[in-house]
């Protein structure tokens, strides 16, 4: 079976531009994760969802971050504008459900120069 | 606050040796989730193990052992005869009321 599948794998764009990540979670998987992981830290929780629903955006920049995940199942998660702090690994998880152990993508290495 | 704390930013060891990786949480939920996840060079994060609050009883897969301590707030990660394939980040990871904080993580070095 599939694991979490992210892409692109390395990004690298100029201040101000747009940038949008893709996550196709594993299949039956309800709950989805995107962290952001800063070199030598642990992933941050950006955003949660279950199914369709974002039921934890606590953590989520909202003037620049924005996701979406249509129909429960793939996710979408964009900045726009870029910063210069944006430069991070993004992360997508996904679990069976809340608390369950989660599965991780291989990330993407977001460069903004 | 900190809710994980890995004090041990690195350690470096010799093949074989046995290593263990310290966990400290913080929290006033009785009931909890606590993972442990190794996220190799590659870097995509690997389970390991998780465990809920209200079983405190240690556990052993292969080389890997868990010591799970309420009383101490302390979830520690030990692995027995360390191999250089062991070489890694690990993190520790509590689950309150399903909003995930992971600790900085430790990073081991094992060399042959």
């Known amino acids: 079976e599939a694991g979490v599948v992210q892409s692109p794998r390395y990004k690298i764009i100029e201040k101000k531009q747009p940038v949008a990540f893709w996550c196709n979670p594993i299949?039956?998987?309800?709950?989805l994760y995107w962290y952001l992981q800063n070199l030598g830290q642990g992933p941050e929780l950006l955003i949660r969802?279950?199914?369709?629903?974002?039921?934890?955006d606590s953590q989520l920049p909202k003037d620049r971050f924005s996701a979406e995940r249509l129909k429960g199942v793939d996710s979408t998660l964009k900045i726009q504008p870029a910063e210069l702090g944006d430069s991070a690994v993004y992360l997508c998880?996904?679990?069976?459900?809340?608390?369950?152990?989660?599965?991780f993508g291989q990330g993407t290495r977001l460069t903004v120069v | 606050a900190q809710k994980v704390t890995q004090a041990q930013t690195e350690i470096s060891v010799v093949e074989k040796e046995d290593v263990t990786l310290d966990c400290v949480y913080e929290?006033?939920?009785?009931?909890?989730?606590l993972f442990w996840y190794k996220q190799p060079p590659s870097g995509e994060l690997v389970f390991l193990i998780r465990?809920?609050?209200?079983?405190?009883q240690n556990e052993i897969s292969g080389r890997y052992s868990w010591n799970f301590q309420k009383s101490t707030s302390s979830f520690n990660f030990t692995i027995t005869a360390s191999q250089v394939v062991d070489s890694a980040v690990y993190f520790c990871?509590?689950?309150?009321?399903?909003?995930?904080?992971f600790g900085s993580g430790t990073k081991l070095n094992v060399k042959p």
């Open positions: 998880a996904s679990s069976v459900r809340p608390s369950a152990e989660a599965f």
């Open positions: 299949s039956g998987h309800n709950t």
């Open positions: 969802y279950e199914n369709e629903e974002a039921v934890d």
């Open positions: 929290t006033r939920d009785t009931t909890y989730y």
């Open positions: 465990r809920n609050s209200f079983d405190e």
């Open positions: 990871a509590l689950d309150n009321f399903n909003k995930f904080y």
